[in-house]
């Protein structure tokens, strides 16, 4: 198959997936009011890999190495600083274009780009072929995915294996000749209810006396014991909102609860060897962080255009001290851009497979991380009260009061008040 259509996509989670928002249980995501936001969003991802234009074709789909047939360009293994550079393009281009992001391709690769390196570092030839076969089933297959990292975790003073709960971390409870037995679960997985498959890497070091816990995996999500119970959205825009003209574009995260679930051995990447846990947590931090902050550079690329909007719309682009919050705010903005490409340009090998630099990358992800929240009140404090405490729609569109609304809530003459509400 190699590229799916956005409809086929959407077709593929009517599958009989256990979902369950706001204590309701989940007959047809694709129809529901918030999950349907968080399928149309990854949806939009698809659309871009049909797109008849040849510009954005080409930065999203790539040919298989070996058949040449087109499949999607997270799917190829990154092997030098090019294709790193590439994921982040490709990034960009599907934050710019959509409006959001349609997380799980990359999230996804994170994990079996880690896998990968760790089954060479293990020399475990098993596990090696085992990805590969994985691989190929994503690239001919077209399938969105999701990482399931971080476990539940219950008492953080306490170690794995000293849990009031031995599944607060996921654990393995069985092992046979078809595959192993899992229970446990994972929280604060993005994308997680629409995904196509799974993957599983533990989160943390584990020790001699925690082998169960050090595990690996790939499960499509409609597997048997498995069930998502999600975090709650906004939904679509509504009539309280000064919105534009653009859909809404949201995640869902989600808690997926692993009860008894089967997995066969040829979707097994790790069972027991604590000692690469930490290798394989450390590795797929990397890769995600490097993902993270080619995100966050178009994202913070718009928040830092509404503050310099805002502070046009206010009459005050000129004022000194509005100008030295927008240099602040552009000197973060190009900050984490410059540290993104850095940590691409030098790369640690392993084998044939890049790893963007664990030094760069992590700079990058403390220097947005840290001075986001500095990041945030630069743009309040350019867009003032107004932004907290604004009238919304629906007053605007009453005729008893928008006469006072139009005619107080103005701000510079070059704008008129309904698009300066629609800006804040």
Not at 100 to 113: A, R, S
Not at 252 to 271: G, K
Not at 306 to 312: D, E, I, L, P
Request: contains cysteine; aromatic residues 8%.
């Amino acid at each position: 198959m190699g590229i799916r259509t956005a409809e086929e996509y959407r077709q593929s989670l009517r599958d009989g997936r256990k979902v369950y928002i706001s204590g309701e249980k989940v007959e047809d995501i694709t129809q529901h009011r918030v999950l349907g936001v968080t399928v149309d969003t990854v949806a939009a991802g698809y659309e871009m890999t049909s797109s008849s234009d040849s510009e954005v074709r080409d930065q999203l789909v790539a040919p298989h190495p070996e058949s040449g047939e087109p499949i999607n360009r997270f799917f190829v293994t990154p092997q030098n600083s090019q294709d790193l550079l590439n994921r982040t393009r490709m990034i960009h281009l599907l934050m710019e274009r959509t409006g959001g992001l349609p997380f799980g391709k990359e999230i996804g690769t994170d994990c079996l780009n880690a896998i990968m390196v760790v089954a060479r570092e293990m020399g475990n030839k098993q596990y090696e072929e085992n990805a590969a076969r994985f691989l190929e089933h994503l690239r001919q297959n077209d399938l969105h995915t999701c990482g399931a990292v971080t476990c539940v975790k219950g008492d953080r003073s306490r170690e794995p294996a000293n849990q009031k709960h031995p599944d607060y971390y996921l654990r393995v409870v069985e092992q046979n000749q078809d595959g192993i037995v899992v229970k446990g679960a994972k929280m604060h997985i993005t994308s997680a209810p629409n995904a196509n498959e799974i993957l599983v890497v533990p989160t943390r070091q584990m020790r001699e006396n925690e082998a169960e816990y050090a595990v690996s995996f790939a499960i499509p999500a409609n597997t048997e014991g498995i069930t998502f119970i999600c975090r709650n959205g906004r939904g679509p825009w509504s009539d309280r909102e000064f919105h534009p003209d653009s859909p809404v574009r949201e995640l869902s995260e989600a808690l997926i609860v692993f009860d008894h679930v089967f997995v066969p051995w040829e979707r097994v990447f790790m069972c027991g060897e604590w000692q690469y846990s930490m290798l394989l947590a450390y590795t797929f931090a990397t890769f995600h962080r490097f993902t993270a902050i080619s995100y966050k550079i178009p994202s913070v690329e718009i928040m830092a255009g509404c503050a310099v909007a805002m502070a046009k719309y206010n009459g005050l682009e000129k004022a000194g001290h509005i100008r030295d919050k927008l240099a602040d705010i552009a000197s973060y903005v190009e900050t984490l851009r410059a540290l993104a490409r850095a940590s691409a340009l030098d790369p640690v090998m392993y084998g044939e497979i890049a790893v963007p630099s664990p030094l760069v990358t992590n700079m990058a992800k403390l220097h947005f991380a840290d001075k986001y929240h500095q990041f945030v009140k630069l743009i309040q404090d350019v867009g003032g009260g107004i932004l907290a405490t604004t009238p919304d729609k629906r007053d605007w569109d009453n005729p008893d009061i928008h006469g006072y609304l139009e005619h107080y809530l103005g701000g510079s003459d070059k704008f008129s008040t309904q698009e300066r509400l629609q800006m804040v």
